[in-house]
Every structure is written in structure tokens, then in C-alpha cells.
């Protein structure tokens, strides 16, 4: 039986290279990375990787690199200002469903489709609300390629891809910075499932929708079974050999997922009058915490009135503004990723590993990174 010969675009970028190097390692698939110019290209040349040049929105140039191919694996996103992203996009899609006629095209989406937090709402699944432009831009591309697709008689299968993590991926090196960071705490001890998928899980699945018939034209793709915030945590800690990361104090924890269910179940637009009200709310505090000047001229004042109270409430504004905070609970910020829901709707069903396969990869690259840091910082 000949092995399914299958191309990734974009296979440049991080998850790109990767997910091209690992299904080459695998059988009944051979796989062949796609780039747009010289540059990327040699940088999958010289991992010892297979890889042809064309310009990707370009469906002259890209049926030429693709056409003794069986399936074509996206994981490119065109990124630039709004305007340009939206005609890239367009351009792309149309040249991906065109040259993909008769063959399966599988597009690489995101969780940032669902918005920063993901709520336990079913209706998420079909109609996303992301609220970041990377996010708009990803549920953008799924929009055209299945309105294309549907043009051409294609076949496209769209995975809603986790947070993922592994050597030498932006998440892993963000986890290890939160690791180190002295002041992170993790909301509920890191109970609450993660929509994280190691790298070796991603190409798995992928292989797996590539050889079989997927159960639905879109899916979320996570570990199986998904891990907690605390094992993904832990396992970046065992990595590099960090400190083990305290809980965020529960009324906190509570505070900050009330917040941020609200504000998920709330329009983009009353979010903007919500946020603009509080802005302006807070004008008074910041004025004086950015101007001391004010509060000594404030306090002269009140002294003339002789009026106690109302130095005591001057100062306590002062001292809230400006003041560190001293009772020990954690000063900084937790994103809405760390307080959301699985991704609502169905998941790639795999065979993956688990997730404490990867730590002696993410170890190795770690020390080679730290060492390189040093060197860089010139500590020997």
C-alpha cells in the first residue's frame, strides 16, 4: 500500500516544522513542507526536511508544488495590519479549496476562535466569539475556507487547536516564565481542566484525521484525556527544574472567574461603555496617585477646614492607589485562559502519549536555551 503523500503550508513556523517532522517519523503518511519564499524554506531544508518554494495564495504556483499530492495539512495565518490580514486571507483560502479539489484539506484553527475565556455554553461551538484579532482572524479563515471548499467540491476538515506546548514552542517558553515569575499563583490550585495539547499529541490526531474519516467537518483537538492547569504546570516545573507554583488564594480565584464570566456573556459594545465608565471612574485615584503633589495640597485644605473625616478618606484614596499591596496575596494579573471551560463541542478522537513523555525534550531544549542566555548575558 503507497503512503499518503501529503503537504503542510506554512511548515516554517513553529507547530508547522514540527508537525512535519513528526509525521515523517511515523508510517503510511510521507509528508512534505511548503513554503512561500527561500528563507523559510531553508529553514526547514536544514532540519533535513523535504520542502518546495511557491507562492501559497498564488494557485498557478501552489497547484504546481501540490499536484502529485493527496491531502494538504494549513497551518499558515497571513499577519499584518487588519486590513491587509483580511485580503491575505481571502487570497489564501482561495488558492488552498482551488488547488485542494479532489483532495482533503485539513486547516489548522485555534482555541482563540472561542475568545479569552472560554464559557461552558454549547452554542460557542457554532457561533465563536473571539475578542482578539488573532482570534477574529482564525474564525475568519474558517469562514472562507468553508464557503471556498463548498465552491470547489472540496473536502475540508477545520481543528480547533489547544494551548500548544512542547521544545521550542511559544507556550512552553511562556510556561516556563510564569514558572519563574515569583508572584504567579494559579486560580483553584490548577484543578480546572486545560485545553493544552502536547506537540506529539497534535500530530497524532492530525495523522489520524488524515488516514480516517473525521467524525465532523470541525473539531476541537486537546489532549486525551485533557490534563489540569496544575499537571501542565508541573510538568514545566520538573522541566527546568523550577519552583513549584503556590495557589492563588481562593476568594481570589472566585473573584477573578466572576469577572471574567461576566464580562464573556457581555457584547463587544457594552463591554467598551462598561470599560470607558470604569476608566472614568477611576480618573480621580490615578490623578492623585500620579500626582502626590495634589494629595499634600488636598491634606493643607482640610487642615484649614479642620475637618478629620475627610483627611481620613483622602488618604485612604492616596494610600490605595499608590500603596504596594502588603497582605501577601498575589499582585499579578491572571489571564482568562487559566479560569475557562473545555472547548465546548467534539474533540479529534487519538492515540496519544502522556503527558510526562515530553519532559526530557523540554528539558534538553530548556537547558540549551538557559545555557544560550547566559552565554548572551555573558555569565559563564
Known amino acids: ?85 483580511s485580503a491575505s486571507n481571502r487570497l489564501l483560502a482561495r488558492a488552498l479549496t482551488e488547488v485542494s479539489a479532489g483532495k482533503h484539506l485539513v486547516h489548522l484553527s485555534s482555541v482563540a476562535v472561542y475568545g479569552d475565556y472560554i464559557g461552558s455554553e454549547k452554542s460557542l461551538f457554532q457561533s465563536p466569539k473571539p475578542d482578539t484579532a488573532y482570534g477574529r482572524q482564525k474564525l475568519q479563515m474558517e469562514v472562507l475556507l ?42 483553584f490550585d490548577g484543578q480546572q481542566a486545560s485545553n493544552a495539547v502536547a506537540i506529539s499529541n497534535l500530530v497524532e490526531a492530525v495523522r489520524e484525521v488524515l488516514l480516517s474519516m473525521p467524525a465532523a467537518p470541525t ?8 490534563i489540569t492547569w496544575r499537571e501542565l504546570f508541573d510538568l514545566h516545573s520538573q522541566a527546568c527544574a523550577g519552583p513549584f507554583v503556590e495557589s492563588l488564594r481562593s476568594s481570589e480565584s472566585e473573584d477573578y472567574s466572576r469577572i471574567y464570566k461576566k464580562r464573556a456573556r457581555t457584547g463587544m459594545l457594552g463591554r467598551f461603555v462598561k470599560e470607558t465608565l470604569g476608566w472614568i471612574m477611576q480618573l480621580p485615584g490615578s490623578y492623585i496617585a500620579a500626582v502626590p503633589t495634589l494629595k499634600t495640597l488636598a491634606q493643607q485644605a482640610v487642615a484649614l477646614v479642620g475637618n478629620d473625616g475627610l483627611d481620613a478618606k483622602i488618604w485612604a484614596l492616596y494610600c490605595r492607589r499608590l500603596a504596594p499591596r502588603i497582605d501577601g496575596s498575589s499582585a499579578a494579573a491572571v489571564e482568562p485562559i487559566f479560569f475557562s471551560e473545555p472547548m465546548p463541542g467534539p474533540c479529534v478522537q487519538y492515540n496519544g502519549g502522556t503527558p510526562t513523555d515530553l519532559v526530557p525534550a523540554l528539558r ?9 542566555s547566559c552565554i548572551g548575558a555573558g555569565i559563564h
Open 146 to 187: 468553508r464557503k471556498y471548499a463548498r465552491k470547489h467540491s472540496g473536502r475540508c476538515t477545520i481543528l480547533r487547536i489547544g494551548h500548544v506546548y512542547g521544545p521550542e514552542l511559544r507556550w512552553s517558553e511562556s510556561l516556563f516564565d510564569l514558572i519563574q515569575h515569583h508572584r504567579f499563583r494559579l486560580p
Open 1 to 85: 500500500m503507497c503512503a499518503l503523500k501529503v503537504g503542510i503550508v506554512g511548515a516554517a513556523g513553529q507547530v508547522g516544522i514540527a508537525l512535519l517532522s513528526g509525521i515523517n517519523k511515523g508510517t503510511g503518511i510521507s509528508a512534505v513542507g511548503i513554503c512561500r519564499n527561500s528563507v523559510s524554506a531553508a529553514r526547514v531544508a536544514a532540519q533535513g526536511l523535504d520542502v518546495r518554494t511557491a507562492q501559497t495564495d498564488d494557485p498557478k504556483q501552489l497547484a504546481e508544488v501540490t499536484q502529485d499530492l493527496d491531502a494538504l495539512v494549513n497551518c499558515a495565518l497571513p499577519q499584518y495590519r487588519p486590513s491587509k490580514t
Open 219 to 226: 473539531l476541537n483537538l486537546t489532549n486525551l484525556p485533557q
Open 364 to 372: 534538553a531544549w530548556y537547558d540549551v536555551t538557559a545555557r544560550q
